[in-house]
Nanobody, 115 residues
Framework: QVQLVESGGGLVQAGGSLRLSCAAS????????MGWYCQAPGNQRELVAT???????TYADSVKGRFTISRDNAKNTVYLQMNNLKPEDTAVYYC?????????WGQGTQVTVSS
């Protein structure tokens, strides 16, 4: 089993930056990819970005050019660097891990962007 612990959310003004971290522990060998999703009140959870074990990345169109996902394999940690944040980025951000046994979710971290 893989466990995920997120950190780095908070309150920031529009145009500001935040970096989210997600540390994985447990059955690391079973990881296929990791990523970030967000869920705003009243909305469904949406993909933000993913990164595979080989480093291939995908991004939602709304964050391309502003957010960067990266991973430190030595630390089993995935990061989401969020720049030029907008009020519409306000949501709970969840770390996700795809494993050979299925998907694992973190507890979520709140990101609030004020205008």
């Amino acid at each position: 089993q893989v466990q995920l612990v997120e950190s780095g959310g908070g309150l920031v003004q529009a145009g500001g930056s935040l970096r989210l971290s997600c540390a994985a522990s447990g059955s690391i060998f079973s990881l296929i990819s990791m990523g970030w999703y967000c869920q705003a009140p009243g909305n469904q959870r949406e993909l933000v970005a993913t990164i595979t074990n080989g480093g291939a990345t995908t991004y939602a169109d709304s964050v391309k050019g502003r957010f960067t996902i990266s991973r430190d394999n030595a630390k089993n940690t995935v990061y989401l660097q969020m720049n030029n944040l907008k009020p519409e980025d306000t949501a709970v951000y969840y770390c996700n891990a795809r494993t050979v046994s299925g998907a694992v979710w973190g507890q979520g971290t709140q990101v609030t962007v004020s205008s």
